[in-house]
């Protein structure tokens, strides 16, 4: 299936609501963390799989500013498995030249899980490869606001007329201001929402749903939505004739 896919072609930006962890362990009897972890392992293939192309930048939905309402237990478990995949990851991340990124309200973050985060980001930015993008304790509509207050505070020192403020305007203020929007957005486990995801970045993004869950899901997978992604034609408003 990779042998199929136009490489200069490639969507410059995929992000992924990786969705199902849950229902899968389920489906094995387990507790819910046990689909967490064995979401790493799709992670890491996924991740090699975007390498193997040359993909620019992959952004992962790991953990929702909602998520923290889920209970205790599995939330503290959650970021453990944080710390540790971190560890672990970071001869991966070397080896495949992989920059690490987050966006979100990082402040939420235990103090342990943003020490391993920032150390992690820190020793990765020198690569030139991937940028894998983490969306952490992450809100869409937070972010759009937290734009809003941005913008709002420069208009309120003098630093901008609201007459000159602009879609790109508020594009700089978002936490996604160094990397160009989504071409493609893939969600699995047959939920067909949006969920507070990147709203302003995915105006023009195309959307691709697949039934397979998360733990299950791997670049095998990546490749077919890509193929998919590749067979549609982007118009951005304009007509068919007018983009031949």
């Known amino acids: 299936m990779k042998d199929q896919i136009d490489l200069l072609k490639l969507p410059a930006h995929i992000a992924i609501i990786m969705d199902g962890n849950g229902r899968w362990a389920k489906t094995k009897g387990k507790l819910r963390v046990f689909g967490h972890h064995n979401g790493v392992l799709a992670v890491r293939d996924v991740v090699e799989g975007a390498c193997e192309l040359g993909l620019k930048y992959l952004t992962l939905y790991a953990f929702s500013a909602e998520n923290w309402n889920r209970p205790k237990l599995e939330v503290m478990a959650l970021m453990e498995l944080m710390v540790s995949t971190i560890n672990k990851e970071i001869s991966t991340f070397m080896n495949n030249n992989v920059r690490l990124n987050a966006i979100g309200d990082l402040s939420m973050l235990p103090a342990r899980n943003h020490r391993e985060l920032t150390k992690a980001m820190q020793t990765t930015a020198g690569n030139t490869g991937l940028v894998l993008t ?20 420069k208009v309120k020192a003098g630093e901008l007329n609201p007459a000159d403020i602009t879609e790109q305007t508020f594009a700089d203020n978002l936490y996604t201001y160094n990397m160009p929007d989504p071409e493609l957005l893939i969600r699995t486990s047959g939920e067909h929402r949006i969920s507070n995801y990147l709203l302003w970045q995915i105006a023009y993004t195309e959307l691709y749903f697949t039934n397979k869950l ?31």
């Open 214 to 244: 998360w733990p299950d899901f791997r670049r095998e997978d990546l490749f077919e939505a890509i193929l998919d992604y590749q067979q549609r034609e982007r118009r951005f408003g304009m007509t068919s004739e007018q983009l031949n």
């Open 134 to 153: 983490l969306a952490l304790s992450y809100s869409s509509r937070n972010e759009m606001i937290h734009a809003v207050k941005s913008i709002a505070e």
